[in-house]
Structure formats: structure tokens, C-alpha cells
């Protein structure tokens, strides 16, 4: 036994002696879940919660279905257990009123999903889990509560404090490059030169969170470029004949795409807590860094001008930066947030909107949803807090003066009539 | 980056960025707490976290009971808020009505542990201040609620599926090494030599559940001779001067001892997995291996004979396993499960009480809990589920026919003349 | 500080702390050489060594060889100054003359190759030195001398004991992934594609050969796929819409594919060791396997056949067995021999020529090397070594008995005129 | 199979697939040796090599004898074949003359020990056979011609290029802290308390080198203390009660302790290169760090002041200083060199004498080595190469202005009465 030896077992042991489903077990998926919960964690409750998995996993999605109506329907809370309960802690608020307090709002599909997570691996197939119901649940009022149970759960497990950022280089394992390659959701990664390209040079990075009981799935990863300047087009940033710079050099470090991996968690956020763990350590291994920015999309832009019936085909570069930044400052829902999604999600995260660059994108894609324009959002690690804060309770949007004034020269402009204005 | 540089910042990443506590922030715990609870984990919110649990840890008791209050009084659910909500679920069941309901349930101090979690180190220093609460709570109800939150949250975290199992070996880490020697609570480590002979030679092993967020905190651990046959008696099995035999011709393992290392992790179980799990695994490491089971106390023995006023100062050893036997068979609380706690513990597990030997452990303590008679439990793992359904069904203890015999001819007995008896 | 922290020092400390090269430092390569020599490996020396394998490295080749021929010219053995120690030694051996005399047999070059060799990385670059010097030296006789002294060193350092074995598998890093990818040299490597087709699934393996100070450089690596039976075709061995097998149902372990990594590392042999390695772990891993076997080309049949001026393009099937049967057990140099390499290593190795495949590989290069045959060298592992010595002896072939009836057969063909009697 | 697995397999595959010795074969020692120096390394070549180390290792010191007497005598070079090589090679110098000039001046003892080295394990057996020689082999002018084979292949095995500096910590695993108690050989460390103390506070560090093949042994290792100033006494710098002082804030790092471990590394040097890489490496880590010295014995004191006929017994601290700067300055053997032999371990690295200190070790070894005197060795890292050059051409010893003076001063004193001088 060795130090190695020591610490696979301590990590990894998970792997090896997985309670082995017993698929001569036929008992319908009902009784399964009674014996579950039923027992007390021993080891026929870790064979019926094997075989469960791996039945569940094997099942055509109308059984799934069925299976989600049972949690969502018989393992549901009982509103008249609740009343009693409630009743007696309120008469006499102790530890066992308060324990069976607890016992009656919590429905039983909760304790039936910990019990799933006694075996290893189970964390995995649990989000694979969440990921049916939500696309098999649609608008069930029912399965949307059981999907609540498993969001409240996840949250607790998927906790900051329990999540391990991992960097992820050309030197990590094929395996996780390759979910790599698969979750990129911004600037699709085209081949493994492709991928090679955004990892093994000195002036790239990448990070991804980790949950400690899926140690091979990312939930999220963001890819860096470190740079001299803030940049303005995606593409230059990512030329394949671009001579890299030394990281010790770079003055900025660019947050270029952020992917979410897991469809199981959504709606349990993680991109906050990256993009700042990832700013620190940056920070802390390359002092010279001084500027930490995003080179974002607009995926709304194109689409809420042809709505708001605003031409914008034939405007100019700077034309195009003015709507941007109208529409990124100016442009809201009706709860008063940004029409942009991934403007909402910067600001909330206490970014500002820095700059904005016409022909940024000129992919398809990025044609397509912002007329090649993208922006940068800047995280000013001493006014995030303040910016997000102010974002959260006025809906006050950060933002720089030049953008602050393109979107002022925006609300003068006759927009309707934008296209005229430019040809004249 | 290297393979392994990739790995530590994986697994240990947390503990070298931490958010580090603002000294400067005078601010009282209170609004410590709201600062934590109102804002979105963000920056802000690790710092207040940071700083609330340094805080915490330099407290007098005084106020750390005080804290506690606040938690408890102030942080508690609203029962009419339950109310109007399961109100409004029952009327209209679904995603919203439900979350709504879900939130007016849970005490606010909930996702405020929720919330300290999320800076690195921080589930350790929870564990230690529910420790806290346990040790200055005594029975203030409002404080064992609280302390029912802990729990609630504690079980969730550390669930079976997340926690990973070590071995201890002479080469692990002598800072791991010197908390097994504090922690061992049943047969005590009286030096580092005296450590090195339970864990170096080939005939002995050590097994301990960690968290990945404590990875140098044990939570429990249990200490393993590999033998030829069942031991009669712990000095012996211990005997420093003794030949360790190769661990392929070891038919027996023997948990000799079992240690709880985290008081704030009180009425969380994790001994009945970590017995069953160190059994599988040394089943696939030894298949020579037949036989698993316990060498263990019988610590409530002269007390409960005492306490039923049956002599045993100068009964003979046939004697002296006649009346454990009894003893650990017979002696019943009122809600029928055993008087002894070791022996509720393996029971429940679905253990069977195999044999009792006289002079098996000839210390003063054991001596003085149990005339220096020790027990084996044995796990068989083919019927440990059927043992566990029966006893928690029925009451019903599993025992070998010797044990049972013992049992019969003690009842047989007038053991209030039992030394009478003796003499004759 | 962790145990991983600590291992990652332990290990990979070497790439961190390099003694970086002065590149103000003009002196001309003669005296970086002298100077090195002529210190006791201070901090000059290592700054010395730095420098001047940073220099080397960017150099010319006709400075490459200038420099070479400045290690075999100038720092050679001095011929009289060895009779003269060898005198003294011969007339009184003891720890001064003998020192004496292992100094004036040893030359120059060897103590400054080993000085290089003190600074971080330099193992990787000497190994790159000596592939330029076989690339430039020819059949200088000087620079095969000075190659020699390369090989003594290395042979020293690359011993055995010191080499890990190392399974790569589709959770290997990248960067050594591509490596497998640029340096297979039976079996053409085409995309990540192909290359995840041979280390995934799970009757699929490969191994390599590392040395502790070239961690991210394979020495030597083989690929093996598990199978039910001895296979006789690659496509079929390799096809990608195969079913992959369970490795513990696996009988078979075939070694398809042995490539060397290194050019530096020529004629210092470690395929031998690697293939009884391995067959030795998987055979421990598994205990399943009964047959270990290769699938190798015979890159030397067509041209032997057609040097010796036997028709064979259309032979069929049987008659090509036969052809290839004749081929490796009768062709042989004048050294006695066999004439084809890859026979030569395996039955050096010890192994016994089993079968032989017409239509085994159908691709060109098969085609053209062989005539699209292959063959099974069987590793009798209880054998080998009988095996090896009665080759290494007598020049005796093992074969199985369908072999030999094969060779006997082709030898009463008249051969001359094989094409003829196929078509009779 | 995952990255940990891949890594253990890497790294201490070593340990797990020894080659097991045969216990049945019978040969004697001279057979054993034949048939591994005949074989190529194949399967009976290691089995060979296995069975030759277990019974050596095995044997009585006598037969030790016998075997190391066969192997300097039967093994030994051929004066007559080095002759006519070196005549064949002088008269046409190529590739095939050189290399038999080198294989008929290396003995075949030299191969054999090469040869043994192919199995796991054995680089630690060879070491300690050749401590058995160094122990048993006295003056013996064959067995120091032996030895000297030893020492010329362990300088190639142990380069520093293949060292790895791996820090001691409290987190190290037991089985190597205890090797660093049993091995410590300037201030004996009493207990694992006393171990803590130099280990655990943050202002301790230990660094050892290790060999790749023998992780779990260290070569030579240093213990430093981190302090504000430079140290004057022993006991103070140890002191249980001392208040350790952050790290960050150490301006000094003092090595306080070196240790050779291995008895069969005799006379190969890594002290060197260990505290210039640990001087690097802490540079490195803590920026603050200003001054690195030792704070060293000076063993040799009080025995050269005796034998020198000079009364020290009752001198003052000034005069102990004085006598003790004389001595290191002006106390030559007759090379020339210093006469202490921890002076010319650290002149010989370039250190610089910085001063001297009365009443700093008063132990009784302390005292009675050097009457009390400790001495600081300066570590310049910009002049340590110049220094050492000096040292070694003309024995010039570098010392500050202040230990110059009183060298000087010790010159002026009548020192065969300096006791009378000072009770003037």
C-alpha cells in the first residue's frame, strides 16, 4: 500500500465496488421504491437502489414517465400531515415536533432520491434523471414540484463549497477533452486541432468546476485568452496563425466562451462563482494581469431589432455599436431585466458593459443573431459587489461612458428610421 | 500543468483560495447574517460567510449561545406563512405554488449553513460548531430544533454515495496518523509505536470514511486483524510480542475496534456502512478470507447485573458467559431493543451475536464494564439483510445455538443466588 | 502542503526549477565544454550545462557536427596514458590504481555527457543529441565511436529497473495521446477517431514504457487487443463496426502492434522486456488469458521471394502459408539468422512461430510487403526461455508442428516454378 | 482505469510485479552469477537475478565475503585483452575496435551489477550490498578495486539529473518520518513530538532527495528553520516554546541539519546540489527570504585545540569565538585543506564563513566537540561560484570582515598560554 495507492482508494474508490444491480430482480419499480425506502440503508437497500438505476436507465421514456407520476403523485406531501404536524409544533415547539414537523413537509421522494445517492455513481444518473424529467415533464404542474424536490436537493449537493475547479489543459485526459469538444455551446470546437489550438498554447486557458462524485463530467467550464489589450473580434482572438504571446506578459485575461455541461442542473447556477474563482487565481498566478473582460455574444439583438421594426441590415460599424448598446442598456423585459440573456447573466454578476465592436463575429452564427456585433463585459473585481447590488435592487445597469454614450445617441436617433438617417 | 498539478488543484484547490476573512468588519453577527442570507453568493456574501465563521470560532460561549438564539428565535419558520402557502398549493398544486411552499417550510437559518458552505474549509468548521450547539444547548428545545436543521442538512452532505473510504496504513500521513491515535475511543493508542504495531504488520488493517471537503478529518474508523481463527481475547490479539501471520492465509477478520471522530456529526451513521463496505472490500482483496466479525465490549454488562442485583465479583468464567449471554439476549429496554448500545449497534446492522469469553480483556476498564468478558458479533453477509429485517422488525436477535443454550440455561437459573449457586 | 503537493514535487520538480541557460554567455562551445568538465557541478556547471544544450539545440547541422567531432577528436582516450595505468594497475591492483585506470579507459566525453545530464530536462535533449548524431555521423568511424559511448550511458540509465511500465488508455493525457498517434509505426494511427477505437473499449489495451525524467516522452509501446481465439486477419482485428468483447471473457491477449519511440534510444533494447511485462500483468489482471500471441507483418517475404526468384503474385492462399512458412524458419543470413527482422525479434525474444494467414492484410502496404500474409508468434511464457536458448545457441526455430509441415512442404516444391505447379 | 490508476501504475509499478526469487533453486552463488551474466535479460535472467539477491541478502557475513572476493577476483578486467583491444583500436579506431576496447576494459562485475539491477527492487539491495562491502571489505586492495565498480555505476544511476527534491512535512506518511528520525545524525530528534516540532509550525521546512527506484528511502535530506535574523544558538532555534513566526515574514532561512542517510552512497556526493536547489526553491516560494546560512557544528574544535597543546577549558566566549575562527581559518590538513571536516563540506560549495557564536550548543555533544562554539556558513547564491573557484584553486577561504579579525587576532595571542593571557 502506497501514498498512490492510498489516495486512489480515497478517490476513486467510488468506481470499484458499486453495489452490482441484480437484474433477476423483476419487482415492479413501485415495490423497488418501497423497499428503498423502507430499509435502512443496509445492503439490500443498496441493491434495490442498483437495480432501480440501471432499470430506470434502461426504460422507454413512457415508463419513465410513469415512473416520475408515482414520485410526483404518491411520494407527494400530505397537506393534512402537515396541518397536524404544524399544529403540534406550534403548540409546543421541541425537538421531536420539529422533527416531525420536518418529516411531514418533506415529501418521501426526497428521502427515496438520497437513498438512490447511497451507491456510487449514483450522482451521475440522478442529474442524468433530472435531465429526463425535465424534458419529458413539459408543463405538468405535478412533475414541475417533483423537479423542484430535485432541484432543492441538488443545490445542497452541488454546493459551491463542495464543487473543485480543475484546469483543464492538453495535458488533461482524452476522455474529459473529448465532453469538452461535446458541451462548447458558444464557439462550436471543430476538431481536435481545433481544440489543441484553444488549450496548448501558453496564452490560453481553460477551467472547469468538477463535483467530487462525477469526477468526469464537467458541469461547467469557461475558456481564457490571455491577451495584451481587450480585443474585438472573436475571430482574430482565435486565428489559428496568431503568434502567441507569454502568459507572463498579458495585461488582460479574456472569459471568451462559457459552457454549461449538465442538462440534469439546470437552473442551479455556477457560471457566477467560476468566472470570479477563475479571476482569482489568475490573478494570484500572473500578477501582471489587470484586466478581466468577456468577448460575449448578443444572441438577442438581431431579433429584438426586426421586432422593435428597426432596420439595421444596411448599417455601418458604427451604426450597428449604437444599436448594441441600446439595446443592451436600454432594451427590457417586463420585470425591468435585460432582453439579453447573457447580459442578464453578466450583470447579475456584478459586471459592467465595457465596449462593444461591430464585425466581432462574422460567422454565421454570429451574423445571424447580432450583425457581428459582440461586447465585452469587464469584471472589476473591486465593484462587482457594488454593481450587482445596484443591478439586483434598481435594475441600474453598469456600463462605460462610451457605451453609456452610443446608447444616448441611440434615444435621439428617429431608430425607425435609422436606415434613412445612415443613406442620407 | 502537469497530470498532477492538474489533480491537485482538483482535489485540494479549496484549501489554498480561500475568501479571506475581513477583520476590519465590525459589523455584528446579526448583520452578518442578513448580509449573508440577502445576498447571491457573490463576492460580497463570501466575505460576510469568511468572516462570520472566523468570527464564530474565536467566540466566548456566551456568544456563541447567543448566536445560536439568534438562529434558533429569529431565523425560525413562520407557521401562518406555512399555512397560507399549503393553502395555496392544495388549491392550485404546481411548480409555483409548490417552490412557495417549499421556501415558507424551511427556516431561513437552513440556507444560511447553506451559504457558509460555500467558502472552502468551511463544512469542517460547521461540523465543529454544531458540536457547539450540542455541547451549549443542552434540552433548550428551540435549540434542539436548530439542531435538527443541522442534521437535516449534515444527512444530505454526507450522504454514503459522497463519502469515500481510506485505508490507514504506517504510510499514511502522520497528520492523519495523530488523529487516530486522539480519536480511538475503545482500545486506546498509548504511543506512535504502539499505532505502528495496529497498522504496519501484513496481519493488520485500518479503514476511514472521509468527506472530500474534510480531507484531513476522519469521520469514523475502524481497526482490522486478519487471523486464523475467531479471538477469545483483545490482549492477546494485540500481544506486541506476537508472529503477524500472511495476510493470504487469513481466514478471519476481526473489527476490533470502531471510533466516532466528529462530535458534530453525533446521529449521523456511518458505522453500518463502513463494516459492510471494508468487508466486501477485503473479501476481493483475500478471498481466503471466510469469516468477518467483531471482537467487541460489552461496556453496560456489571451495571446492568449490578443494577439487577445479580452477583458476579466472584463468578467462575462458564458463569460469567452464562450471565452475558443473558445479558446481551435477554436484558431489554422498554421500547425492547437491548440494554447494551454495542450490542444495538451490530444488531442493527443485522449482526448475530456469535459467542462470549471470559478473561477477554483483562484491562481495568474492561474489567470494570464487563467482568472481562468480550463478545463477537458476526456479519455473515448472506444474511445480515434477513438478521436486520427480523430484529427491526420484531426485536428479534439473531445468535448462534451456543449463545442461545447460555441464554436458556441462565433463565433456568435463580440468579439473584447465582454466587450461591456457584459454591455449591 | 498535501501528499499531493508533496508527490507532485517529488515527481515532477525537475520541469520547474531548470537551471535556465545564460544567453548572454558567447563563449565559444569548446570552453561551455571545458568549463563543465572542468567544474564540480556547481551552480556554474549547471549553468554551463544549460547553456550549452540550449545552444546545441537551436544549432546548424554542420555545427552540430563540428561539435560532435569535437567530443570524438578531443576528448578521446589517450592511448598511452591507459598502458600506463593499466601498468601500474597490473603491478599493484588496488583503489587508487584501479581508479587510476578506470579514469585513463573512460573518456572525456562520457564524464561531460553525464554532466549534461544534471540539469532538469537534459536526459530528453541528450537522447534528441544522440538521434543527430546518427542522423549526421554515418559511418564516420570516430562518430560511431562517440555513439558507442552514448550507447554505454544510456544503456546504464535506461536499465530495467529504472523504466516504468505505463497503460495508456483513452483517459491518458493528450499530449502523450498524440505522441502514440505520430510514433505507431505497424499499424497507421489516421484520426482521434481511430486512435479512441483502439484504447476504449474494453477489450482493447495498450502499455508503454516510460523512463522517471522523460514522464511525458513513451520509450516503447504496444498495442493488444483481447479476443476469444487467435486472430489471422488485422481488418478483422481492427474493423470498427466489431462488437467488443468483455475482457474477462477474453482467452486470448494479441500483441498487433510493437513501435519504438525513440530514435536516440536505437539499438537499446526494451521491446522484450515490454512484451513479458505485459503479458505478465494482464495475465495477472485477468486471469481469463490463456494465449498470448501476436499478429505480426512479415515486412521482408515479397522481396525475399522475388530475390530469390520465386513467383508468388498469384499464388493462392495455401501456397502463400506455404511460401511464408518456408520464409521464416528457412531464410536465413549468412549469420545463421533468420532474414526477417520482425522474426528475428520475437524469436530472440523466445517466442515459437504459430500460424501463418494469407488475406490477413489486405492493405497496401500488406500487400506489398507480404503478399497480404501474417503471422502468430506464440509467448509460451513456460517456454520462453527454453525457446530463446536453443535459438540464441544453435539458431534453432520453435514452430508449431503446422508450421514446420508448411516448411517441410515448400521444401519439395520446386520453388522455381511454384507459379507453374499452382497451375497445374 | 483513471488517472490515479494510470499514475500508480507509473510510478510504483515497480513494487508490485517483482520477479520472485526461487526458493528451490539450489545453485551456488558462482552459477547464479554465470547464468545472469550469459542470459540476455529474459525471463530466466530475472528469475536469476531475483534468487541471487534474496540469498545474498540472506547470507552470513562470511559467505557475503566469499561472494564479493569471487566477484573482485573472477570478474576482474584482463590486463592482456586490454591490451590487445587498445593495440587493435590504436591501429584502425572504429565503431567494432572501440567497442570491444570498452568491453575488455570494463569489468564483467560491472555488467552483473547492471544486470541485477533489472528487477524491482534491486537498486535498493545493490546500495545496501555495497554498505556490506564498505562494512566488510577493510583495506583489501581487490575489494576496493570492486567497490570503486560500485561507486562508478552508482554516480551514473544517482545523478542529480534524476534526483527528485521532495519536501518532508508532518503530512509525509509515517514509514518515511520514521526513516527521518532514524537517520538525523547532527541533533538527534528524541521523539515523534520532537519530529512535530521541527516539521509542523510554519516556520520549519525538510527537504530530502530520493531516487525514483527507491521512493520510499531518502538519500540525504536538510532541516531548516525560517527566522527574522540569523541565528546564535542551537537550543533557541529548537526551543518547544519558541513563538513560530509566519513565513512570509522570514527574511533568514537557516539550514540547520543535513544528513546523509544511505551507508552505501559512501563518497557520492548530493549535499551540493541539495542545499543550493533547497536555497532556489525557498527563494522561489517565499520572495522575503534574504539570507540563507547554516548554523553548524564544528566537530573537529576541541580535539585540534587539544592536540594543538591550546588551554580552552576556562576561556571567555570572546576567546572560544577567536579560537574557534582560527581554527577554521588557519587549521589546514596537509593538502592544504581545512582540518573540520563540515568546513570543507560547505567551502567546497562556495560558503563563505559568517561567523561564530559562543555558548550555542550546550549539549554535551556540543560541548564536547567544540566546547560550545557553533559557526553560521553564508550561502551567497551570486558568489558561491566564485568562491568555490578560490577555494578550489588556491584554498582561499572566504569569511566575513569579523571572522577575518579575530582569526587575525588569535594570530597575535600566544596561544599556548591564551588561558594565562586571559586571567590577565
Known amino acids: 500500500m502506497t501514498i498512490l495507492g492510498d489516495l486512489l482508494s480515497t478517490i476513486f474508490e467510488r468506481r470499484y465496488r458499486t453495489a452490482a444491480p441484480d437484474r433477476r430482480d423483476n419487482r415492479p419499480m413501485e415495490d423497488l421504491v418501497s423497499s428503498l425506502v423502507g430499509t435502512a440503508g443496509d445492503v439490500t437497500g443498496l441493491a434495490a437502489a442498483s437495480t ?47 422533527t416531525a414537523f420536518m418529516a411531514a413537509v418533506e415529501p418521501k421522494r426526497q428521502e427515496l432520491i438520497r437513498r438512490l445517492n447511497q451507491i456510487p455513481g449514483a450522482t451521475e444518473q440522478l442529474v442524468r434523471m433530472r435531465a429526463d424529467l425535465l424534458r419529458l415533464g ?137 468566472i470570479k474563482q477563475v479571476a482569482a487565481d489568475l490573478s494570484a498566478e500572473l500578477p501582471g494581469l489587470k484586466t478581466f473582460v468577456t468577448l460575449s455574444p448578443i444572441p438577442g439583438l438581431t431579433k429584438w431589432l426586426s421586432a422593435e421594426g428597426i432596420a439595421f441590415q444596411d448599417a455601418d460599424p458604427k451604426l450597428l455599436r449604437t444599436l448594441a448598446a441600446y439595446y443592451l442598456l436600454s432594451a427590457r423585459r417586463q420585470d425591468g431585466q435585460p432582453v439579453d440573456p447573457v447580459a442578464r447573466f453578466h450583470l447579475g454578476n456584478g459586471a459592467l458593459v465595457h465596449a462593444v465592436h461591430a464585425e466581432a463575429d462574422t460567422s454565421a452564427k454570429g451574423r445571424a443573431q447580432s450583425a457581428g456585433v459582440m461586447v465585452n463585459y469587464l469584471y472589476d473585481l473591486g465593484k462587482v459587489a457594488q454593481n450587482h447590488d445596484r443591478y439586483a435592487a434598481a435594475g441600474e445597469i453598469a456600463a462605460s461612458s462610451d457605451i453609456r454614450s452610443l446608447d444616448a445617441a441611440a434615444k435621439k436617433l428617429d431608430l425607425r428610421e435609422a436606415e434613412a438617417a445612415q443613406q442620407a
Request: glycine share 4%.
Open 138 to 274: 413539459g408543463a405538468d404542474p405535478e412533475l414541475q414540484a417533483l423537479d423542484q424536490d430535485f432541484r432543492h436537493l441538488f443545490i445542497s449537493w452541488f454546493n459551491r463549497g463542495f464543487l473543485v475547479l480543475r484546469p483543464i489543459s492538453w495535458e488533461s485526459p482524452a476522455h474529459i477533452l473529448e465532453k469538452i469538444i461535446a458541451y462548447e455551446a458558444v464557439h462550436e470546437i471543430t476538431s481536435w486541432e481545433d481544440l489543441r489550438s484553444r488549450l496548448a498554447p501558453g496564452d490560453r486557458r481553460c477551467f472547469a468546476f468538477f463535483h467530487p462524485s462525477m469526477p468526469d463530467e464537467p458541469l461547467i467550464f469557461v475558456e481564457v485568452a490571455l491577451t495584451a489589450d481587450i480585443p474585438g473580434s472573436i475571430q482574430d482572438l482565435l486565428a489559428g496563425d496568431r503568434e502567441p504571446i507569454t502568459a507572463t506578459t498579458a495585461r488582460t485575461a479574456v472569459f471568451y466562451s462559457i459552457s454549461n455541461c449538465q442538462e440534469g442542473l439546470a437552473r442551479i447556477s455556477f457560471g457566477n462563482s467560476l
Open 52 to 98: 432501480l438505476l440501471q432499470r430506470f436507465q434502461e426504460m422507454e421514456d413512457s415508463d419513465k414517465l410513469q415512473f416520475f407520476r408515482h414520485l410526483a403523485h404518491d411520494m407527494n406531501i400530505d397537506p393534512a400531515g402537515v396541518r397536524t404536524a404544524l399544529d403540534a409544533y406550534e403548540a409546543s415547539p421541541n425537538r421531536k415536533t420539529y
